[in-house]
């Protein structure tokens, strides 16, 4: 399974993005998705879980500002940004679990400016 992250780049605080995961099999059959992130000098640290079973978890950090989905037809994973803050800034990467294998994408970078 390969995971293709997408969508991130510049804006100013207060403004949206969309994130991308694309996935390079049938994203249904992937048990739990995940969004990650990795600020400088930082660990990466979870931002948001989707499981096919429809259950979907935030981080604290994030709750009430962005939303994880799927899109079934396309085999891709979302994250929808909004309220973007300058501490929102870092790598984010998508991640899933599938049959006890874990993948990542390469992680899209995310900047915003005060």
């Known amino acids: 399974v390969q995971l293709q992250a997408s969508g991130g780049g510049l804006v100013q605080a207060g403004g949206s993005l969309k994130l991308s995961c694309a996935a390079s099999t049938t994203i249904g059959s992937i048990g739990a998705m995940y969004w990650f992130r990795q600020a400088p000098g930082n660990q990466r640290e979870w931002v948001a879980m989707d499981t096919i079973f429809g259950y979907t978890n935030y981080a604290d950090s994030v709750k009430g500002r962005f939303t994880i989905s799927r899109d079934n037809t396309k085999n891709t994973l979302f994250l929808q940004m909004n309220s973007l803050k300058p501490e929102d800034t870092a790598v984010y990467f998508c991640?899933?679990?599938?049959?006890?294998?874990?993948?990542w994408g390469q992680g899209t970078l995310v900047t915003v400016s005060s």
């Open positions: 991640k899933g679990i599938s049959k006890g294998s874990t993948y």
